[in-house]
């Protein structure tokens, strides 16, 4: 929602700092800290947080003529805050924003291309990142921002349900899957299998569209590839899996629906790791009574979404060298395990050196199977800044076949004739 925000807000605005960018980052050598008083302003969702200012605080006493200003938002708000920013001529000098509007800030030239900093840096190794995560921060070639940390999308499960059921564990195909969440479903006792979200039925879509062997758009980018084959036969698969769902939960979204699943309505839960924190944190008489595994192969095999955040700056900033000193320090692999598994969260780093480490397991054992899970994420974005447009439209009309409005090849279809339109547009 937050990236289909950002790109109608730049569609609609423009940035000021369009066209040709004046090059950033040139130089031989370490970035040095500038000789004058100087100050970064950041703008994020996390400046609040106690890590965040102490981070600062640390990274102040190490560049002293560098203060970091916060400039905190809520986060459902963040992108349209930025892009009204940036189109007003206003915009701060590093932002946090999801991985997934990376592509759409820079195709309207609001962001650096980080090439020539990362180039020079001996703290950033992009061959360390997760390929998935580059992706999201890749456009025509270039990167322009640098994930901190994200998460894959996996399956939970009540164990005590499947127990009463007779299930020995979790699904592994898609046809396991569905027996299971046939077996596990009894309306009269309001107990159901699986939970799907209309209001964010396009999102979960895309991990059976990958293990369906179908991907969103060309490889180029410049046609849809949802409606191909494999497109509809993961999309009737997914929006069959409705009749295992609870119909009052149907028109929440996933952070409200997860109560539910802690109640025991539901005994299968499609999220990310975020999930596994909320159930510790805010369900703990359940403890014991629920695990995590991979989602189902589909035909395609192992494949699942991934989503995450990244660090950009933007094209307006008056001091780039001091900016990415600051993004710099924030994407240092201490810093980034500092942000991830040693919060009281469950996020993942970026760094597949991270990943592989024996730490990450003694701080957070649950994210196993999420690390082994990157091996099969894709980032759920596409390659045209149009594209969270086309998503918003997909969001719809998949919504409406899971109310039995129409058929999953009808939301397809409809999705399909008004997305070449908007592809179509100069």
């Not at 980052?25 to 890590?51: H, I, L, Y």
């Not at 195909?173 to 396009?202: H, I, K």
């Not at 991934?306 to 094209?315: E, P």
């Not at 719809?396 to 908007?422: P, V």
């Amino acid at each position: 929602m937050l990236a289909t925000a950002a790109s109608l807000g730049l569609a609609a605005c423009g940035g000021e700092s369009g066209g040709e960018q004046e090059p950033k980052g040139e130089g031989e050598g370490a970035v040095q800290e500038p000789s004058e008083p100087t100050t970064v302003t950041f703008f994020s969702w996390v400046g609040t947080q106690p890590e965040m200012k102490k981070l600062a605080k640390e990274f102040n006493e190490e560049y002293p003529n560098i203060t970091i200003k916060f400039e905190n938002v809520p986060a459902e708000q963040a992108a349209q805050v930025l892009t009204t920013r940036i189109a007003g001529n206003n915009a701060p000098d590093v932002a946090y924003v999801n991985a997934s509007d990376t592509a759409d800030y820079a195709s309207r030239g609001a962001i650096v291309d980080l090439v020539n900093y990362i180039e020079r840096s001996e703290v950033v190794d992009l061959d360390d990142y997760v390929e998935a995560f580059r992706q999201f921060v890749t456009y025509d070639e270039k990167t322009w921002g640098l994930p901190v940390g994200g998460e894959t999308t996996g399956l939970f499960y009540r164990t005590d349900l499947f127990e009463e059921a007779g299930i020995d564990g979790p699904p592994e195909t898609w046809e396991e899957f569905e027996e299971a969440a046939a077996a596990l479903t009894d309306e009269d006792a309001n107990q159901y299998g699986f939970q799907v979200f209309a209001p964010e039925s396009a999102y979960y879509f895309q991990p059976w569209l990958f293990q369906a062997g179908g991907n969103l758009l060309s490889e180029d980018g410049t046609e849809i590839a949802f409606d191909s084959e494999e497109g509809r036969e993961a999309a009737e698969y997914y929006v069959n899996l409705a009749n295992y769902s609870p119909p009052d939960y149907l028109n929440s979204n996933s952070w409200d629906g997860r109560v539910a699943f802690a109640e025991g309505q539901v005994a299968m839960y499609m999220a990310g790791t975020w999930f596994a924190g909320t159930l510790t944190e805010e369900f703990p008489d359940i403890e014991g009574k629920w695990a995590t595994a991979p989602l189902p192969d589909g035909p395609a095999g192992c494949k699942t979404s991934i989503a995450g955040d990244a660090l950009v700056m933007l094209d307006q900033t008056d001091v780039p060298d001091a900016a990415w000193l600051w993004i710099e320090f924030l994407s240092r692999p201490e810093t980034l395990a500092r942000n991830t598994y040693k919060t009281e969260g469950t996020t993942l780093p970026p760094l597949t050196s991270l990943l592989e480490g024996e730490e990450i397991l003694e701080h957070k054992p649950i994210l196993e199977g999420f690390i082994d899970l990157m091996e099969c994420g894709v980032a759920p974005t596409a390659s045209n800044p149009k594209f969270p447009r086309i998503e918003t439209i997909l969001n719809e009309e998949l919504g409406k076949a899971f109310y039995g409005e129409q058929s999953a090849d009808e939301a397809l279809d409809n999705t399909a004739q008004q997305a070449d339109a908007i592809l179509a547009r100069g």
